[in-house]
C-alpha cells in the first residue's frame, strides 16, 4: 500500500517559536504533497501545495512567511510554522498522491498548541 | 471556486437504522472520495469514486456518484455504532490534484 507517515503527532510549543512537522512518503515517491488544517469539530482547509524541487503554491489567505514549505525530495515536504502564536493552534494533516487511480493517502496529522 | 457541501452536518441515528448522507459539489469534477475521521486521528480512505454512475459497497457503507447532477451519496445500512465518526467527502479540482473537502457529516448511533 502507500504509505504516509507524519511527525511528531503532538506538539506544544511556546509563542514566538518554531515548529517543523515532517511529512515522508514511505514505499512511494510523490512529486506532489498537499498541506490541510484542521479546527476542532470542523472540515479539512487546503493550505498549499508542495511540489519536489519548486516553491510550493499557497492557498489564497494562507501567508507563506508563516507557513514555510519545504519539498526538497520525492519523499520528504516539510511544514514549518513560524513565530507560532496560539491562533496556529490546530491539527494539520499531509497528504501525497501515489497515482490517480490509488488516490490519496493521509499522514496521521500533528496536533499542535501553542502556549 | 469549487465548493464542496454536505447534509446533514449532524446525523444522530439508531442502531438498525438505515440512511443517507449527500454531497453536492459546484463544478465539474472527475473524482470523488469519501473519507472516516474518528475523534483526534487523521483520515481513513473509504471510496474513490472515479467515473458517472459509479457505485462502491464495503459492508454496511454504499458509495454512488452522479456527475451529472454533481452528487453523491453515502447510504448507511442497518447502522452499528461502530460506524460513529465524521465522514466526508472530497472532490478534486480538475486539472490541478488538489481535494476539496466538504464541510463533513458528524454521525452518531446510538442503541
Known amino acids: 500500500g502507500a504509505v504516509v507517515s507524519q511527525h511528531p503527532s503532538r506538539v506544544i510549543c511556546k509563542s514566538g517559536t518554531s515548529v517543523k512537522i515532517e511529512c515522508r512518503s514511505l514505499d512511494f515517491q510523490a512529486t506532489t504533497m498537499f498541506w490541510y488544517r484542521q479546527f476542532p469539530k470542523k472540515s479539512l482547509m487546503l493550505m498549499a501545495t508542495s511540489n519536489e524541487g519548486s516553491k510550493a503554491t499557497y492557498e489564497q489567505g494562507v501567508e507563506k512567511d508563516k507557513f514555510l514549505i519545504n519539498h526538497a525530495s520525492l519523499t520528504l515536504s516539510t511544514l514549518t510554522v513560524t513565530s507560532a502564536h496560539p491562533e496556529d493552534s490546530s491539527f494539520y494533516i499531509c497528504?501525497?498522491?501515489?497515482?490517480?487511480?490509488?488516490?490519496?493517502?493521509f499522514g496521521s496529522g500533528t496536533r499542535l498548541t501553542v502556549v | 471556486e469549487l465548493k464542496v457541501e454536505q447534509n446533514p452536518l449532524f446525523l444522530s441515528m439508531q442502531e438498525g437504522k438505515n440512511y443517507t448522507i449527500y454531497c453536492n459539489y459546484s463544478?465539474?469534477?472527475?473524482?470523488l472520495y469519501w473519507y472516516r475521521q474518528d475523534p483526534g486521528k487523521s483520515l481513513e480512505s473509504l471510496f474513490v469514486l472515479l467515473s458517472n454512475g459509479a457505485v462502491k459497497q464495503e459492508g454496511r457503507l454504499m458509495a454512488s456518484l452522479d456527475t451529472k447532477a454533481r452528487l453523491s451519496t453515502l447510504h448507511i445500512t442497518a447502522a452499528v455504532h461502530d460506524l460513529s465518526a465524521t465522514y466526508f467527502c472530497?472532490?478534486?479540482?480538475?486539472?490541478?490534484?488538489?481535494?476539496?473537502f466538504g464541510t463533513g457529516t458528524r454521525l452518531q448511533v446510538f442503541p
Open positions: 497528504s501525497a498522491i501515489r497515482d490517480s487511480s490509488y488516490g490519496y493517502t
Open positions: 472530497a472532490v478534486d479540482m480538475r486539472g490541478t490534484d488538489k481535494l476539496i
Open positions: 463544478t465539474t469534477s472527475d473524482r
